[in-house]
Nanobody, 123 residues
Framework: QVQPVESGGGSVQAGGSLRLSCAAS??????MAWFRQAPGKEREGVAA??????DYADSVKGRFTISQDNAKNTLYLQMNSLKPEDTAMYYC????????????????????WGQGTQVTVSS
């Protein structure tokens, strides 16, 4: 498997937008997701995609959109109406395949992780 590589993080004011990208470098994963972790908090699932099935954390529904460009082997997370509580390190996660159903937003479902990209939202 290839380690995913994130990009696109940065600093933005509340209400602004950012788009994160995750490159899989030629490898097609079975399922991919975005997680985030703020200081002192557990890693939480933000958005995930498996084929045409997507799932979102309640806290980001209606504001974040996950998508994938299969031709480029790239996963995206469009983040709109950002809030200060969205501030965290964002990680791309992927899994090559599974014989069993997996929870899309459970970090234990994934076995390939990127290094993370920081998102900071100021009020």
């Amino acid at each position: 498997q290839v380690q995913p590589v994130e990009s696109g993080g940065g600093s933005v004011q509340a209400g602004g937008s950012l788009r994160l990208s995750c490159a899989a470098s030629g490898y097609t994963y079975y399922m991919m997701a975005w997680f985030r972790q703020a200081p002192g908090k557990e890693r939480e699932g933000v958005a995930a995609l498996r084929g045409r099935i997507d799932d979102y954390a309640d806290s980001v529904k209606g504001r974040f959109t996950i998508s994938q460009d299969n031709a480029k082997n790239t996963l995206y997370l469009q983040m709109n109406s950002l809030k200060p509580e969205d501030t965290a390190m964002y990680y791309c996660a992927a899994r090559g395949g599974s014989r069993y159903p997996l929870d899309l937003l459970d970090p234990t479902s994934y076995n390939a992780w990127g290094q993370g990209t920081q998102v900071t939202v100021s009020s």
